[in-house]
């Protein structure tokens, strides 16, 4: 089993940034596609990012330009670099994983953390 545990999460003013951190129970590299979903009360849970086993990635138009996903394999570590961020980026953060394929879909993924908060005021 896939352990995920995400952290980092806050309150900060608009245009600031956060960086959230995932780190995984077993020190198994490149096997998964790795990704980052948010959501809010009531709503579905949403695609932010990912990062294929090849270190490819792929964003959300929402967030490209902004955001950056990145992962150390040697410290089971995925990271979600977030900059200048905006009141709709308010949401709970999680992190996911796959065997060897991604997706945008939610559904798709077999493993998920508790997730994070993270709080952008105005």
């Known amino acids: 089993q896939v352990q995920l545990v995400e952290s980092g999460g806050g309150s900060v003013q608009d245009g600031g940034s956060l960086r959230l951190t995932c780190t995984a129970s077993?020190?198994?590299?490149?096997?998964?596609?790795m990704a980052w979903f948010r959501q809010t009360p009531g709503n579905e849970r949403a695609f932010v990012a990912y990062?294929?086993?090849?270190?490819?990635?792929t964003y959300a138009d929402s967030v490209k330009g902004r955001f950056t996903i990145s992962q150390d394999n040697a410290k089971n570590t995925l990271y979600l670099q977030m900059n200048s961020l905006k009141t709709d980026d308010t949401a709970m953060y999680y992190c996911?994983?796959?065997?060897?394929?991604?997706?945008?879909?939610?559904?798709?993924?077999?493993?998920w953390g508790k997730g994070t908060q993270v709080t952008v005021s105005s």
């Open positions: 990062i294929r086993t090849d270190a490819a990635t």
């Open positions: 996911a994983a796959h065997p060897w394929y991604c997706s945008g879909s939610a559904r798709v993924y077999s493993y």
């Open positions: 077993v020190a198994t590299g490149n096997r998964y596609c």
